[in-house]
């Protein structure tokens, strides 16, 4: 229950997402280039927990002006940590933020490592929503992908998340695996409906670089080709609109009032923190001038320096000058990504000198504890211009079945989307790759198909 004085701050907060990212797996699928270990020792993970609450507790000073909606826990495999790490996230979140009474509340989990004591605890933490890696039913195919399940222990972690009262349950499915047919594909989806999930997302194989997939050339010569991949997609978002789940989003459905809250919000241009190792975050910052400015960036991929630099940590209240990752300090300060701040200030004119020796250029920083404590213990600090808002707003939005609106690009720019969009607009309109209803602007049926190339029109 809030007191009276959140009470009347309530208007005053600003909607907040929160990614969590949990780097350790069992072991690492062939097609899998995720930010995530195989078979980390488990003092590892202590210090890494560690570290994680710390950064947490970091954003106190941040977290005034925010309530959460959404808090998303990914990886890697969350459900192969010990479930009491996972409690102690949960309080460290909930002791520096205020988590809204409705927020969505996921985590990810792999079929093996979903136990019916970790279910329990994760629904009595406040998890709400779960999310299952199944990918095939056929556990051929599951064996090639070097998963660590099968079917059998996928039905068993899904019953047993509905004996624990979870009421919002997505499957992760995969298509175009190597030699998998169109029957067996059918298959797998035949079996999830029956399940009745509330969701589910249908991906498409894709072979990443530097992945063992890309190296096996035996199991490259067995994907489909083009043409079959698109017959894929058309079965799947065929059987499932008939089995009642609406397509939202390019590759995911949802039973009504279902759909991902949290991923939403990356789509539509909402707020988003993210906590952890390589977790990127997209934030509005107040500047001295009054101003507002969009920023992104995310923090090391290197799990060693992440543990180091947060269990230092004294987040926002701390001694910048005796902080020893201090932005000042750093010999390589290309690998923070400061050159390209201070090259957005300059555009911006908010520096006189293009010299990193001139202490005048750490005024905006100083004036700023958020940017500040950006600066220091992250990575690429980009602050957004118009044009990557309009960019981003277009092809982030058009993932969504429902679109871009007309009058949310003028309302949010203060431009007609025409005037900046109008030929590329009416180039894939005359090709059928898009649609107009209703002043939205959508990708056709046919468009999703070549959703890549349409897409990167939209970069001015």
Not at 52 to 71: F, G, N, P
Not at 83 to 103: C, H, P, Q
Request: net charge negative; with cysteine; charged share 25%.
């Amino acid at each position: 229950m809030m007191n009276k004085e959140e009470s009347g701050r309530i208007s005053e907060w600003k909607d907040l997402s929160i990614y969590i990212h949990i780097p350790f797996c069992k072991s690492k699928c062939i097609y899998c280039d995720f930010l995530s270990f195989g078979g980390c020792a488990y003092e590892e993970q202590v210090q890494y927990v560690k570290a994680l609450c710390k950064e947490i507790v970091s954003y106190e000073d941040m977290a005034k002006d925010y309530r959460v909606q959404t808090i998303y826990i990914g990886g890697g495999t969350p459900s192969y940590i010990n479930d009491n790490f996972l409690e102690e996230i949960m309080d460290a979140i909930r002791k520096t933020f205020s988590v809204a009474e409705n927020a969505e509340i996921t985590i990810e989990g792999n079929p093996d490592s979903l136990t019916r004591d970790k279910l329990r605890t994760y629904h009595g933490i406040g998890m709400n929503r779960l999310s299952i890696g199944l990918q095939s039913a056929n556990d051929e195919m599951l064996r090639t992908l070097n998963r660590v399940h099968n079917y059998d222990q996928f039905i068993a972690a899904f019953q047993s998340a509905r004996q624990e009262g979870f009421s919002n349950i997505n499957v992760d499915l995969m298509s175009g695996l190597p030699g998998e047919s169109m029957d067996s594909y059918v298959r797998t989806l035949a079996k999830v409906v029956k399940l009745s999930p509330e969701h589910i997302s249908a991906y498409s194989l894709i072979v990443e670089e530097g992945t063992p997939l890309e190296e096996n050339e035996e199991l490259l010569a067995m994907l489909p080709t083009e043409e079959e991949d698109r017959k894929l997609y058309a079965k799947t978002k065929l059987l499932l609109k008939n089995s009642g789940y609406e397509r939202y989003e390019i590759s995911n459905y949802a039973k009504k009032g279902y759909a991902c809250r949290h991923n939403l919000v990356y789509w539509t241009g909402g707020e988003y923190l993210g906590l952890g190792l390589g977790a990127s975050s997209y934030l509005t910052v107040r500047l001295e001038d009054g101003s507002k400015k969009k920023i992104r960036f995310h923090g090391t991929e290197n799990i060693q320096e992440y543990i180091a630099r947060f269990l230092q940590s004294d987040g926002m209240q701390g001694d910048e000058y005796t902080n020893m990752y201090h932005a000042y300090e750093y010999e390589d300060e290309e690998l923070y990504g400061l050159d390209d701040a201070y090259g957005m200030f300059d555009q911006m004119g908010m520096t006189g000198s293009n010299s990193h020796s001139n202490l005048d250029q750490y005024h905006l920083y100083e004036e700023n504890a958020l940017l500040e404590f950006i600066r220091d213990y992250y990575k690429e600090l980009h602050f957004q211009t118009r044009k990557d808002e309009m960019e981003e707003f277009m092809f982030l939005g058009l993932r969504c079945r429902n679109g871009v609106g007309k009058e949310t690009f003028r309302n949010r720019f203060g431009l007609a989307m025409e005037d900046v969009y109008g030929k590329v607009i009416t180039k894939y309109k005359n090709l059928g790759l898009l649609s107009e209803d209703n002043g939205r602007i959508y990708l056709s049926d046919k468009g999703i198909d070549v959703s890549d190339t349409v897409m990167a029109d939209f970069m001015l």
